[in-house]
């Protein structure tokens, strides 16, 4: 519910959450290449429990590159030119490509809290 609150006054906000799990996962496997052995990894960078409270608390910020804010904006423009639905209607497919999103935001999350213990 938070998710969609948020997104209903932020529409990059799942860009933004998108983006931070993706500078966790690029970190994780930066640390991947370059350990010697697995206790080595930083596997805390995946947990990312600051950033779930952060949300949940309505105190996430993350800035977007240009290049993605570019591509967002270019797909809303695309949209703006296609016949509206009805005014003030999120249309189906949207509220299905929102469904979605929440669904595989829901997996990251589960996934990363189900992680092993460190050690």
Same mark, same amino acid.
Do not use: F, T, W
């Given at each position: 519910m938070v998710y969609s609150s948020i997104y209903a006054s932020d529409r990059v906000f799942f860009a933004?959450?998108?983006f931070t799990i993706d500078i966790a996962l690029q970190t994780h496997w930066r $640390?991947? $290449? $370059?350990a010697t052995d697995c206790l080595s990894v930083n596997n805390r960078v995946l947990q990312m429990s600051d950033i779930q409270d952060s949300i949940l608390c309505l105190n996430f910020t993350q800035m977007l590159p240009k290049t993605i804010l570019d591509k967002i904006s270019s797909q809303e423009n695309n949209e703006d030119r296609k016949p509206k639905i009805a005014e003030g209607k999120i249309p189906v497919k949207m509220d299905k490509e929102v469904t979605m999103i929440n669904k595989t935001l829901f997996l990251i999350m589960i996934k990363t809290y189900t992680l092993p213990p460190e050690r």
């Open positions: 933004k959450v998108l $640390s991947c $290449s $370059s």
